[in-house]
């Protein structure tokens, strides 16, 4: 069974900052990461998929990258409406606990 | 554009065997992998199992023995059984469609919420 880990539990910056999201596969997963976004009373929105593509309608401040093990969710500069839970998601079955990315 | 909508009871008793519904429109449900994913209250994400049209259906192992997942393609729609419900099923069920070799969900309902007491 593979586990992911996110890190950090909770990230506090200010709009405008760069946000680093972590993940972390127990074992080599390839390119099979997706990262969502679920703000309070919604539904996950998918922002990446196979690791590094941005999802439809997605702006560029989002990326994604790595491969194997570790993986990042970069947002550039932070906008109000980037605060929320982001969580990865590897092959259908498995998620990470999630980030809290809140307003510093 | 696709668009799921969940449908369902929104309280089942403990022991119960609670339905829900998710009905897909703009998509034909012909074409892709279905999912059933789940969130407690506060708590994060777990996917539950999916089913391809064809009636082939995968689940978690550690709800396998209680969950069924079904089709009917004549209405687009997939549905989920839980059976002997307890309060930690108490959850936001959520429908997705999955794309990919990957397995990625790129489209969501709102969910529904199953609230489980006597």
């Known amino acids: 069974e593979i586990v992911l880990t996110q890190s950090p539990a909770t990230l506090s910056l200010s709009p405008g900052e760069r946000a680093t999201l972590s993940c972390r596969a127990s074992?080599?997963?390839?390119?099979?990461v997706a990262w969502y976004q679920q703000k309070p009373g919604q539904a996950p929105r998918l922002v990446i998929y196979?690791?590094?593509n941005r999802a439809a309608g997605v702006p560029a401040r989002f990326s994604g990258s790595g491969s194997g093990i570790d993986f990042t969710l970069t947002i550039s500069s932070l906008e109000p409406e980037d605060f929320a839970v982001y969580y990865c998601?590897?092959?259908?079955?498995?998620f990470g606990q999630g980030t809290t990315l809140e307003i510093k | 554009q696709v668009q799921l909508q969940e449908s369902g009871p929104g309280l089942v008793k403990p022991s119960e065997t609670v339905s829900l519904t998710c009905t897909v429109s703009?998509?034909?449900?012909?074409?892709?992998?279905w999912s059933w994913i789940r969130q407690p209250p506060g708590k994060g994400l777990e996917w539950i199992g999916y089913?391809?049209?064809?009636?082939?259906?995968g689940y978690n192992p550690s709800l396998e023995s209680r969950v069924t997942i079904s089709v009917d393609t004549s209405k687009n729609q997939f549905s989920l059984r839980l059976s002997s419900v307890t309060a930690a099923d108490t959850a936001m069920y959520f429908c997705?469609?999955?794309?990919?070799?990957?397995?990625?969900?790129?489209?969501w309902g709102q969910g529904t919420l199953v609230t489980v007491s006597s």
């Open positions: 196979d690791a590094s």
């Open positions: 703009g998509a034909s449900i012909n074409t892709y992998y």
């Open positions: 074992q080599n997963i390839n390119n099979y």
């Open positions: 998601q590897e092959s259908r079955q498995t």
């Open positions: 089913i391809y049209h064809t009636g082939r259906t």
């Open positions: 997705a469609r999955e794309l990919g070799v990957t397995m990625f969900f790129d489209s």
